[in-house]
């Protein structure tokens, strides 16, 4: 039996802490971290899997685009 290999783009953000918390925005609910980046993403493949087995129903994927910062007067 061949295994189905997904990509997911994952966002990756440092909190005031200065953990890593890694997100995955096709997978609501999706999300890890870790003291590192390397240990944030090695963390994440796991929740993905978990999530993926948890939840059967198939997760339609999106298309990344990009990222972009906004400036916003306040």
Do not use: S, W
Not at 7 to 21: A, K, R
Not at 53 to 71: C, R, T, W
């Amino acid at each position: 039996m061949q295994k189905e290999v997904r990509n997911f783009t994952v966002l990756i953000e440092q909190d005031e802490d200065g953990i890593y918390v890694a997100k995955v925005p096709d997978i609501p609910g999706c999300y890890t971290q870790g003291k590192t980046v390397q240990q944030a993403v090695e963390r994440v493949k796991e929740a993905i899997q978990v999530c993926l087995e948890a939840d059967k129903e198939d997760h339609h994927q999106m298309k990344f685009v990009g990222l972009q910062q906004v400036e916003v007067n306040l």
